[in-house]
């Protein structure tokens, strides 16, 4: 069945590397967003694509983060360089066009120590 | 932007008996109400949803009411059973063609007791 996967599901790094988490959408979806969970903030939108354009990265900050669609069946989040406060659960997920309806992946548990 | 507030943050009820979770929004524009319900080491899963142009909609055990006028909408579970345990989470949206990006509460973590 149709469903967006995500990739790592858990990584753990050491603050100063880079990571890269990547994003599979729902074949035929043409909005991706991403969303990152913590305890305290709770799901909070990072940035989404429809498209493959940037529509909105106003909740991600610009100086570590980056969000990108290489095609229509990858997008990937990266931040250079990782820090401790970054740990959080970072979820995708994706939307079609003629509904509002957001499908999420399982996510990727980051933990930077 | 918008705010949504979610209550309670947590909710315990006895297998069979009904819950109700309350979410009120900011932005009277949001046309859009889903509720997700996310288990343990997973991602939020889509339960139902309702749009503004209705004031109720119901699932089998599960129904949602919004009121525009007051700006809230509710979750109703019936005849709960252990399975329902988790935490749910209200969010709102504009439905046009230029943002659909979710605002979610903080969550309410329902434990249903065998």
């Known amino acids: 069945d149709a469903r967006v996967t995500q990739t790592p599901r858990h990584k753990v790094t050491e603050m100063g590397q880079e990571v890269t988490m990547r994003c599979q959408p729902i074949l035929g979806h043409n909005t991706v967003f991403w969303y990152r969970q913590t305890m305290m903030q709770g799901l909070e939108l990072l940035a989404y694509f429809r498209n493959r354009a940037p529509l909105d990265d106003s909740g991600m900050p610009k100086d570590r983060f980056s969000a990108e669609m290489p095609d229509a069946t990858l997008a990937t989040l990266k931040i250079q360089p990782s820090e401790p406060r970054d740990s959080a659960v970072y979820f995708c997920a994706s939307g079609g066009l003629a509904k509002n309806e957001q499908f999420f992946g399982p996510g990727t548990r980051l933990t930077v120590l | 932007g918008e705010n949504v507030e979610q209550h309670p943050s947590t909710l315990s009820v006895q297998e069979g008996d009904s819950a109700v979770i309350k979410c009120t929004y900011s932005d009277s524009a949001s046309n859009y109400f889903p509720w997700y319900k996310q288990e343990l080491g997973k991602g939020p899963q889509l339960i139902i949803d309702?749009?503004?142009?209705?004031g109720e909609k119901k699932d089998q055990r599960i129904a949602v009411t919004l009121n525009k006028t007051a700006k809230h909408f509710s979750l109703h579970i019936t005849e709960t059973q252990p399975e329902d345990s988790a935490v749910y989470f209200c969010a709102a949206s504009i439905r046009d063609t230029g943002r659909r990006a979710l605002t979610f509460g903080s969550g309410t973590r329902l434990q249903v007791q065998p």
């Open positions: 309702i749009r503004s142009n209705v």
